[in-house]
């Protein structure tokens, strides 16, 4: 098992420990299973889950929440409930105090904003009928490790910037956005990540695990040490019209 170096994710020229805020926020989505949704608006479940393997051969591992967890309570905050992962459409919060991991994964309470944000009682409706299943956090990441054998990466330190409600849980479409998003700000895919960019480029499954084994891992290596031409080859890949990269 190989644990990535902290500057791997945050991109070319940030010092170890320390997140490149301009990289781009990563999604993790499930279909939620929450313990109750009262009148009020109030409702409890979980946030996110240990121990499942996702459609990127990733899986967040216990323990993975708990700095985030203590640096909220630490600065008397709290995590918002956003609708779609919008930004300027909070619907509700979290309890911090409720917040905390178990065998299970990350646990909580939230409120609904019934009375002052119009998607909350969208939310609320879904969520009663059981239409509207989805949950999703918003993370950086902060610490993984990938298994070569397994080809999955496992996420033992995650920066939580929030937790969503969302329609429909996040897509392979959507998980390529964010990981072009990445690149656009000057970051490196996982492993992973970048096979699911050549799948979608067209090559094979096979293909896609043999070119990232064999130049990305090198790479990802060379640009740890600061290697100058793999931070070239990484704005090469940055920029590869294949890809359709957004502006930013």
């Known amino acids: 098992m190989k644990t990535a170096p902290t500057s791997w994710w945050s991109g070319p020229g940030v ?25 009020d608006g109030l409702f409890s479940g979980y946030g996110s889950v240990f121990g499942v393997v996702d459609s990127y051969n990733e899986v967040v591992a216990p323990g993975a929440f708990l700095e985030s967890i203590e640096d909220a ?17 909070p619907i509700g919060s979290w ?33 009663q009928t059981r239409s509207i299943t989805g949950l999703s956090i918003g993370y950086y990441v902060r610490e993984s490790s990938f298994d070569e054998k397994t ?35 000057g970051g490196l895919p996982s492993m992973p990540e970048f096979e699911l960019l050549l799948r979608e480029a067209g090559f094979s499954k096979t293909q896609s ?4 084994n064999r130049g990305l ?26 890809l359709s990269l957004p502006s930013f």
């Open 15 to 39: 010092k170890a420990g320390h997140k490149d805020r301009a990289a781009a926020v990563k999604y993790r989505s499930f279909d939620y299973d929450v313990k109750a949704v009262g009148d």
């Open 73 to 89: 309570k630490a600065k008397s905050r709290t995590f918002p409930v956003l609708w779609q992962h919008r930004t300027g459409e």
């Open 95 to 127: 309890d911090i105090s409720s917040m905390k991991e178990d065998d299970r994964g990350l646990f909580g309470a939230g409120e609904l904003w019934l009375q002052d944000a119009p998607y909350a009682r969208i939310a609320y409706r879904g969520m």
């Open 151 to 185: 080809r999955i990466r496992t996420l033992t330190k995650l920066d939580l910037i929030e937790i969503s409600i969302v329609t429909v849980p996040a897509n392979d479409e959507a998980r390529t956005d964010t990981i072009k998003s990445k690149l656009a700000h």
């Open 209 to 212: 695990a043999v070119i990232a």
């Open 217 to 242: 891992q090198h790479l990802l290596r060379s640009e740890s040490e600061g290697d100058l031409a793999a931070i070239e080859i990484a704005e090469a890949l940055k920029s590869r019209p294949a």
